[in-house]
């Protein structure tokens, strides 16, 4: 909802648990395992490509 929309990263950014922790997924308040097509190196170059295509950016 509206109200709860950005609790996690509200929590994720505020948190002492989390101090030093970078590229961690959170979901329900919680680390947690991203989905297996986030895993995917062969889907993330293609986005990266596309991505410096569309933006004329070549990072």
Do not use: P
Not at 3 to 32: H, I, P, Q, R
Request: negative net charge.
């Amino acid at each position: 909802t509206e109200d709860f929309g950005s609790e996690c990263e509200v929590f994720a950014a505020t948190s002492n648990t989390l101090n030093g922790k970078t590229g961690v997924f959170m979901s329900d308040m919680k680390e947690a395992r991203s989905s297996e097509e986030s895993y995917n190196v062969e889907n993330a170059k293609r986005l990266w490509d596309l991505s410096e295509q569309l933006t004329h950016q070549n990072i």
